[in-house]
C-alpha cells in the first residue's frame, strides 16, 4: 500500500490506473511536496523492503526541466525528523541508503564524487554504514565548519569515504511515457527502460528500505570546490508526475 504525503496547495490523485502527483507554482520560500511511499508512520528498521527486491511503473513528467527534484525508487528516509510527538514516530537524521531514478535542476549538486554528474536525470545508489543516528548528533557542532570553503572540501572528501554513490546519466524525453525497472539484489543495482538494461551498479545499498515517489521544489548541492547551498526554488507553471502500473517484488 502507498500513503500519500502533501504540502499545502500539493495534491496526491488517484487515477483509473495509478497516481498523478502535483505541486503548484509559487516563489521561493515555501517548500512544495507531494509523495507516495510505503512506511508511512514506521521505524526505519521495521521499513518493509529488502534485498532482493524489485519496482517497475510507467511515467511522465510535465516538463523535462522542473526547478526542484523528482524520482521514484527505495531508500531509508535519511533525513526525516521526529520526536515521536502526536502519534508520529519517533526518528531521527541518518546517513543515506537509496536507489532510485532520480531527477534534479541545476542548482542541485547530489554526488560526492568528483567524476559522476551531481544533477540532470540519474539512475543512481548511495549505499552507507548503519551508524545509529544517536552517534551523529555530535557531528552537528562541526556544522558552522561547512561555510569554510577550504574544510569544507576537505570535509566533502571525508565524507565520500563513508558514503559511497555511483550513478549514470538518462538521456530521455521525460514528457513522454517511458517504463522503468529497478532490481536491487545483493550484489548491486540493475535499472532497465523501456524494457531494455541500460545501467548496472556493483553498490549495494543497506536495507531494510521503503518505496518513495516524489515531486518538490527542493534543492541542495554540495560541489566539488566545496560551496554548498540548499533551499526552494521558484516555480513558474504547476509541476506534476504521473504513474501507473506500479509494481514491486520483496520475495521475504
Not at 181 to 190: A, D, N, Q, S, Y
Request: net charge positive; aromatic share 12%.
Amino acid at each position: 500500500m502507498l500513503f500519500p504525503r502533501f504540502s499545502r496547495l500539493a495534491v496526491v490523485d488517484e487515477t483509473k490506473t495509478g497516481w498523478l502527483l502535483k505541486i503548484p507554482a509559487g516563489d521561493t520560500g515555501n517548500y512544495r511536496l507531494a509523495q507516495l511511499d510505503n512506511y508511512g508512520n514506521l521505524p526505519r528498521r521495521l521499513f518493509p523492503l529488502s534485498s532482493p527486491s524489485s519496482l517497475h511503473l510507467m511515467c511522465r513528467a510535465s516538463a523535462n526541466s522542473i526547478p526542484g527534484t523528482w524520482g521514484f525508487g527505495f531508500w531509508n528516509d535519511p533525513f526525516a525528523y521526529s520526536l515521536g510527538l502526536r502519534g508520529t514516530v519517533a526518528r531521527l537524521p541518518a546517513i543515506p541508503n537509496a536507489c532510485w531514478f532520480f531527477h534534479s535542476s541545476p542548482e542541485n549538486h547530489l554526488s560526492l564524487r568528483d567524476d559522476l554528474a551531481g544533477n540532470g536525470f540519474l539512475m543512481q545508489v548511495f549505499r552507507s554504514p548503519k551508524i545509529p543516528s544517536v552517534f551523529l548528533l555530535p557531528g552537528l557542532a562541526g556544522l558552522p565548519l561547512l561555510f569554510t570553503i577550504l574544510t569544507s572540501r576537505w570535509l566533502r572528501a571525508l565524507t565520500r569515504a563513508t558514503i559511497q554513490d555511483d550513478s549514470q546519466l538518462v538521456n530521455l524525453d521525460v514528457t513522454e511515457w517511458h517504463s522503468y525497472g529497478m532490481v536491487w539484489h545483493p550484489e548491486g543495482l540493475i535499472f532497465s527502460i523501456d524494457e531494455k538494461v541500460v545501467f548496472k551498479s556493483a553498490l549495494c545499498p543497506l536495507g531494510p528500505l521503503g518505496i518513495v515517489i516524489w515531486i518538490d521544489n527542493q534543492f541542495a548541492a554540495w560541489r566539488p570546490d566545496g560551496k554548498i547551498a540548499a533551499g526552494t526554488l521558484k516555480q513558474n507553471n504547476e509541476s506534476w508526475l504521473e504513474i501507473k502500473q506500479v509494481a514491486t517484488k520483496n520475495p521475504f
